[in-house]
């Protein structure tokens, strides 16, 4: 079986009906599809029965307190059993309307030469990433786009030399200022989850985190319009150095606190952090667009994966997926 069978093969450099996309993608994100929950509940049951440890994996849908954004106290609350789901209303006087944004774009400049012909990278066979993604589908990714995308992005282009051999490992990497690359797992899995079982393309998504760059290029695949906020500058250039040579043309680079989010480019169907905080910024669910779909690592030691739903202007739906680990979401700039 080929788990990526019936979506298109993508090979960069991304041509310009790839990155336009189809029209009819921003109604299927206003109007999220309820199954996809329960794929993403059914999924999470998946990982807790196979994974031994003690924290137990369940969708717990709770209320969101849009005031203060999400506390991530609620991380405890993964060995509970699952409440009913809970709206919420707040006082939250919405996203910033500006869409402009575009002026400011720090979009990767095309290179003369194509990534395939760097050489200071070892080849490594597609047939590699191939068995990568088909383990990804076996712990229970089946979004074929995701997949498809996951197979499309020569994850050991992120990586130092050193380093490459071991990209399709199910593992995170050191990717240098003690930051890591995210298990490929926890990439396909937080874009299923953000995606909620749409067969479209989403419209405008934003990552909190970009470290080395690759799930920004993942999300790229996915997605009409990424835009990734990295707050270690040095860490930000080395994005920008590894994805220029894969000139992805609707991806967007931002140096800055993401816990700001980016409202001059919001509202978006989907926002992924790549780093846990304790609780979600509130502005980060102000940019989400009615109907979007937001995936974060919530929690200190015990972190979980949780989904916000934006179901009205002032209400959200929480859920507890999966126990997760992720470095720290950290306020501020550096560098
Ligand atoms: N998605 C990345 C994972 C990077 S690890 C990849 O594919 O490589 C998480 C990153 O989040 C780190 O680079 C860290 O510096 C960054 N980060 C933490 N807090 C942040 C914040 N407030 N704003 C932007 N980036 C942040």
Known sequence: MSESE???KKRFPLTLDFVTGDAGRK?????PRMNSLQTATQNAARHAASASSSATAGKTSRPVTGARGVSGSSASTANTPPVSSTKITSTSTGFASSRSGSSGSTLPKPM????????????VSEAVRKAMVQRIAQQGVSDPAVLSAMEAVPRHYFLEPGLASQAYIDASLPIGYHQTIS?????????EVMRGGISGRLGKVLEIGTGCGYQAAVLAQVANEVYS???IRPMHELARTNLRPLRIANLRLHYGDGMLGLPQAGPFDGIILAAAGLEIPQGLLDQMAIGGR????VGERNQVLTLLTRTARNE?????????HFVPLRPGTFG
């Open 6 to 8: 019936g979506a298109p």
């Open 183 to 191: 298990q490929p797992y926890i990439v396909a899995r937080m874009i």
């Open 316 to 324: 959200w739906m929480s859920e507890t997926l999966e126990p997760c």
């Open 229 to 231: 906020i990295e707050r």
């Open 294 to 297: 937001l995936v974060a690592p």
């Open 27 to 31: 109604k299927a994100v206003t109007s």
């Open 112 to 123: 003369a030469t194509h990534a395939s012909e760097r050489s200071d990278l070892p080849l």
